[in-house]
């Protein structure tokens, strides 16, 4: 971890340290409101709970900590992804999306975008610069994509599309702000899922926009406002309260993925690896330079879906299920959610357990299920 990310990680549990008064408690309160009292003139203060909360506030606090920027929070991940596009695109705009990324995005832009008039192609991160950025209005990466985690070059993609004259989105979900800063490469907006790894507990959905442009910032927190898309003071809550572990559950559950790559690489049941941390992994050097950390996702290939299925179900310390960077470790079949992949392909998310433990249980219904 580079020193900024130390101390970036050392200040996020202590942010509210400054406005405490004698008697006020440590923890964060939680406040449920849809009105505040506001007689008169009441600008500059909380009035009704789809313009402000302070619970909002307070996890947007810590997440412009994290990202360095300002950031407004969003009920989930793809309503983070929405205010940028509904806030920021008009009639007649073009945008170019991962192929490979995830699939709901891409299915915001045919079912939704593309007939308020704004059209979309898709393209391989691995060759996203390819093709150039002429008559974009943005461009979005995922990068490592999922889920076959395969990388883009931020920097070079940010300033390839600023040449064009479009803006970059880059959705840092699988890394977080401390495996990854797109907004210091380059990029105009990060847009993140934080019912990931910065919630971490598998309990909420949450998202959220940063950028270090006002005018941005403005918009979406605009579009949040008069759409109605708010996040529930509840979650902003569980999710405040998450991020104040984030540094220490990412930091094992990344150590621990690099163990198991390493050790999966050699087992006979696997085709396909895949794991930016891996020196044989084809996005490794890129990885190198431009992640702080190399993630806690791993994908690979089983022989078949049954085998892919029997791995997953029957191995006693992973939970089947959708989604990643919870605590617990999880994996996924992930043609079962139509991604372009084999039927034996699959997500593995590692959790925080003890990694020997971990990898023992891994092994064994590796193992068990045979070549
Ligand atoms: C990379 C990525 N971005 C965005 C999302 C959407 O997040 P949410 O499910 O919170 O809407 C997901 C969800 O899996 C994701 O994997």
């Given at each position: ?51 402000s909360n302070p619970t909002w506030d307070a996890v947007e606090h810590m997440l412009a900590h994290l990202e360095d920027a300002p950031c407004v929070a969003f009920p ?71 889920p076959g985690l395969d990388i883009c070059d931020i920097a070079a993609v940010a300033e390839a599309v600023h040449k064009a004259g479009a803006m970059l989105v880059v ?120 992640m702080e950390r190399f993630g806690f996702l791993i994908s690979f290939v089983l022989a078949s879906e049954d085998k892919a299925e029997d791995f997953i179900n029957n ?57």
């Open positions: 971890m580079s020193e900024t990310a130390k101390s970036r990680a050392a200040a996020l549990p202590h942010l509210r340290r400054a406005g405490l008064a004698k008697g006020d408690p440590i923890p964060l309160p939680l406040t449920m409101a849809a009105i505040f009292h506001a007689p008169g003139d009441a600008t500059g203060y909380d009035q009704y709970g789809r313009f989930s991940g793809m309503a983070a992804i929405s205010a940028v596009f509904f806030g920021l695109l008009k009639a007649g705009d073009r945008i170019l999306l991962p192929s490979d990324g995830y699939h709901t995005t891409r299915a915001l832009a045919d079912r939704f975008l593309k007939s308020f008039g704004v059209a979309y192609d898709v393209r391989p991160t691995s060759s996203f610069l390819d093709g150039g950025f002429d008559g974009y209005r943005l461009a979005f990466v995922e990068t490592p994509a999922n959705d840092n979900t699988t890394m977080t702000p401390f495996g990854q800063r797109p907004l210091d490469l380059g990029a105009d907006i990060v847009i993140a899922a934080d019912t990931k790894a910065p919630n971490g507990h598998s309990d909420v959905l949450f998202g959220h926009v940063a950028s270090r442009n006002a005018d941005i910032i403005s918009r979406v927190t605009d579009w949040r406002e008069t759409s109605g898309a708010i996040p529930g003071p509840f979650e902003a809550w569980l999710v405040h309260r998450g991020l104040e572990t984030l540094d220490v559950r990412f930091d094992r559950m990344c150590a621990s993925a690099e163990m198991i790559a390493r050790r999966l690489k050699d087992h006979r049941a696997i085709s396909g690896l895949r794991f930016p941390g891996l020196e044989s992994d084809p996005s490794h050097n890129l990885a190198r330079a431009q191995c006693a310390l992973m939970q089947a299920a959708t989604s990643f960077g919870g605590v617990h470790t999880s994996a996924e079949r992930r043609s079962k959610r139509g991604d372009a992949v084999p039927p034996g392909f699959v997500r593995l998310s590692i959790g925080c357990e003890p990694v020997e433990e971990l990898w023992q249980a891994i092994e064994a219904s590796l193992d068990r299920i045979g070549t």
